[in-house]
């Protein structure tokens, strides 16, 4: 007798549970996602992630609404202000947005003033050079860096402090060079640099994975290393990582989903489940892969974590290099 009523005890906490975070799920009435832009950039693409990739987790179908301004700077704004406890709604952030903090572009906000959430997917940055470079390895052009930083032309759709300069600088750095003794030359998109590696104007390119997929069958580029901690899935299994290679240097091209920095551990949590849940799925993956994206999922503690060390070393780069004081 003893035994049956633990069991319907144990029964009944178990379903009491269940519906308790059942309960709270739907609770989130107008799950909504801010892309901190005007539509069709790269924040809307990762609202548009959440929109489809948690349609099965959440009772209702997440909303995109837009808040252009400061590449990302109204909004952060404004989840620090009039809606650091909303419950309802996630935020898109990138990299970008995360080099914005380091740097001090979104003013007074840090790191630790919001609460990081959960990845959409991610890019990889890339070092390439021409197919017919001198360069036949990454270790060939430290070594000729290392012998004379201002030897190698850098080259990549971003200014200095931008997330392709910081790439270059982060490899520099991993061997102790000054990334200010660099020469960069910026570009206005990916596409001009390309065309200035293959005329010969810079040496290496500080790209992109994904961008390059097009490119991998031409015959008219290499790349030496690509900035993910992990192999990358074909067409890019054959090409080893700057970790593998004995470089401290990753550049992960993350999106992802922050919320305000109030907002109930309760809602949090439930957040993280959905995505969590949907990770699991053929579904996202699907989406992810729509979108051009690579895996990264990440949600919760994990992701805060990653942030919080990649931040700040952001902001070291960035200070070693007096971008910042």
């Not at 012998?147 to 850098?154: A, E, K, L, R, W």
């Not at 759709?157 to 392709?164: A, I, K, N, P, Y």
């Not at 949090?268 to 053929?282: G, H, I, R, S």
Request: glycine share 10%; proline share 3%.
């Amino acid at each position: 007798m003893k035994i049956s009523r633990t069991v319907g005890s144990i029964a009944t906490a178990t379903l009491a549970i269940f519906l308790t975070t059942a309960a709270f799920a739907a609770d989130i009435e107008k799950p909504e996602c801010i892309a901190p832009a005007k539509p069709g950039g790269g924040f809307d693409l990762t609202c548009r992630v959440a929109q489809a990739g948690l349609k099965e987790e959440m009772s209702k179908p997440v909303q995109v609404s837009f808040m252009p301004g400061g590449i990302g700077a109204v909004a952060i704004n404004l989840f620090n202000t009039t809606r650091t406890d909303d419950e309802n709604a996630i935020v898109a952030f990138s990299s970008g947005s995360l080099l914005n903090i380091a740097t001090g572009k979104y003013g007074q906000w840090t790191e630790n003033d919001v609460r990081w959430l959960a990845t959409a997917g991610a890019d990889y940055g890339a070092i390439v050079v021409k197919a017919d470079s001198k360069y036949k390895s990454l270790d060939d052009v430290m070594k000729a860096a290392e012998s004379d930083t201002g030897s190698v032309i850098f080259g990549a759709g971003g200014s200095v402090g931008s997330q392709d300069w910081m790439k270059a600088a982060l490899v520099l750095k991993s061997k102790g060079l000054d990334p200010k003794a660099m020469r960069y030359v910026a570009f206005d998109g990916g596409g001009e640099a390309i065309a200035a590696l293959l005329g010969g104007s810079i040496d290496v390119y500080t790209g992109d994975v994904a961008e390059m997929a097009s490119h991998i069958g031409a015959g008219t580029m290499r790349i030496l290393a690509v900035m993910s901690p992990e192999r990358l899935p074909a067409p890019f299994a054959d090409i080893p990582t700057t970790k593998e290679l004995g470089y401290n240097a990753e550049w992960v091209i993350m999106r992802g989903y922050y919320m305000g920095k109030n907002v109930s551990d309760e809602a949090y949590d439930a957040w993280v489940k959905a995505f969590k849940e949907a990770y699991k799925t053929e579904a996202f993956a699907k989406v992810q892969k729509e979108k051009g994206l690579l895996p990264l999922n990440m949600a919760g503690k994990e992701l805060s974590d990653s942030i919080k060390g990649r931040v700040q070393n952001m902001r070291e780069i960035a200070r070693e290099a007096g971008l910042i004081n």
